[in-house]
């Protein structure tokens, strides 16, 4: 650090590229990311720099700031692509494409990826390539299609382990468990958290152990052992605040809130949803913020607020359609279904319960049999 920060006194760019782009690399891998951001902005004082942009833009990206990401990000791609460097040109398009993911633009996120894919196999960037394969699995998890997803992450995990890659193993075997978990098969995703949890503590990705550790939270959420799943969310939270990611943070608080959700304690539910809340509008993270929404209202609901309740899940209702997420505009339009049942409008709770189905039908929802024993059950109430 001390030659770095000579060389940018002394303002010699070469050196402070160099030296640099290398500290920048170890300090990534090991979360570091507001270092990350200061040294490569005290690189950038010395003219611009495609590899300290791409650097910027991953400590922006994973501190939840998405917006500036994608700035530096198109820096960094117009000099990639006017020096020809195709490996770092596909690299970049990648990282542009996870931004977009963030900001809930799936679809844009989409194109990005399958602009690299071509170039990464060209520059013959197998590493790239499957980091590619794993994004665009990613994408389709988050448009509720998982078995198109997990095609995807199986074609990655076998180039991560042929390139020794472990961090992308790791990312690529919790992404597999993600798909497992969705489709309601908690067991099998279980496994593969576990498989990943102790690799990415190996690398010293405090980041995605942080992920890791919450997924596995989930999995004991979804099995109803509210206080494992707590002590997972309670081991993760620290991590991300210790290396910065307001949208982990945010996706935590709000798993927290689920917990104490379950377990009844709805005050001290709704406290952790509107902590989580404001975080998910500053990182722009959409999918995050309809959840949380979803949630909130689901807890007026519990009090009684119906109002308050139709209010919120008319704003989580808009999130899901413009973010393309099926899945969760299923869930969204049964819980509005729900609601409208307990307000005594049947007629118009079962047009939301049809939607509901349909949107379950087109993504192989793991409620989906549930959906459609609640469809049965408004069309008998209203047949008195």
């Known amino acids: 650090m001390e030659v770095h920060r000579l060389a940018v006194a002394g303002r010699?760019?070469?050196?402070?590229?160099?030296?640099?782009?290398?500290?920048?690399?170890?300090?990534?891998?090991?979360?570091?990311?507001?270092?990350?951001?200061?040294?490569?902005?005290?690189?950038?004082?010395?003219?611009?720099?495609?590899?300290?942009?791409?650097?910027?833009?991953?400590?922006?990206?994973s501190t939840g700031q998405p917006r500036e990401a994608l700035a530096s990000y198109e820096q960094a791609l117009h000099l990639y692509r006017e020096a020809g460097d195709d490996g770092n040109e596909a690299a970049t398009l990648n990282n542009i494409g996870l931004a977009y993911d963030d900001l809930g633009d799936r679809q844009r996120a989409l194109t990005y990826f399958k602009q690299t894919l071509p170039i990464a196999r060209k520059a013959g960037y197998r590493a790239g390539e499957?980091?590619?394969?794993?994004?665009?699995?990613?994408?389709?998890?988050?448009?509720?299609?998982?078995?198109?997803?997990?095609?995807?992450?199986?074609?990655?995990?076998?180039?991560?382990?042929?390139?020794?890659?472990?961090?992308?193993?790791?990312?690529?075997?919790?992404?597999?468990?993600?798909?497992?978990?969705?489709?309601?098969?908690?067991?099998?995703?279980?496994?593969?958290?576990?498989?990943?949890?102790?690799?990415?503590?190996?690398?010293?990705?405090?980041?995605?152990?942080?992920?890791?550790?919450?997924?596995?939270?989930?999995?004991?959420?979804?099995?109803?052992?509210?206080?494992?799943?707590?002590?997972?969310?309670q081991q993760a939270l620290p991590?991300?605040?210790?290396?910065?990611?307001?949208?982990?943070?945010?996706?935590?608080?709000?798993?927290?809130?689920?917990?104490?959700?379950?377990?009844?304690?709805?005050?001290?539910?709704?406290?952790?949803?509107?902590?989580?809340l404001p975080v998910m509008r500053e990182v722009g993270d959409r999918a995050g913020e309809a959840t949380t929404l979803n949630n909130i209202g689901g807890i007026k609901f519990q009090q009684g607020d119906f109002a308050g309740a139709k209010d919120t899940l008319d704003e989580v209702l808009e999130v899901v359609h413009v973010i393309g997420d099926r899945g969760s505009e299923a869930v969204a339009q049964s819980n509005m279904a729900a609601l409208l049942l307990g307000m005594a409008r049947v007629d118009d709770a079962i047009e939301f319960q049809r939607r509901a189905v349909a949107l379950a039908e087109q993504t192989s929802h793991p409620a989906l049999d549930q959906m459609r024993a609640f469809l049965i059950q408004l069309q008998q109430t209203r047949e008195g």
């Open 239 to 276: 991590i991300l605040r210790e290396v910065g990611d307001r949208a982990g943070e945010a996706t935590t608080l709000n798993n927290i809130g689920g917990v104490y959700d379950g377990l009844g304690d709805l005050q001290r539910a709704l406290s952790y949803f509107q902590q989580a």
């Open 12 to 61: 010699e760019p070469l050196i402070a590229r160099q030296v640099g782009a290398r500290v920048a690399r170890v300090w990534l891998l090991r979360s570091r990311f507001a270092a990350v951001a200061a040294l490569a902005n005290a690189t950038l004082t010395l003219g611009p720099d495609a590899g300290a942009f791409y650097d910027l833009g991953w400590a922006q990206s």
């Open 130 to 233: 499957a980091a590619t394969l794993n994004n665009i699995g990613l994408v389709y998890h988050g448009l509720g299609d998982r078995q198109q997803a997990l095609a995807y992450y199986q074609q990655s995990l076998p180039i991560v382990r042929e390139v020794g890659d472990r961090a992308g193993e790791a990312t690529t075997l919790n992404n597999i468990g993600g798909v497992y978990d969705g489709l309601g098969d908690r067991h099998q995703a279980l496994a593969y958290y576990q498989q990943a949890l102790p690799i990415r503590q190996e690398v010293g990705d405090r980041a995605g152990e942080a992920v890791t550790l919450n997924n596995i939270g989930l999995v004991y959420d979804g099995l109803g052992d509210w206080q494992r799943a707590l002590a997972y969310y």
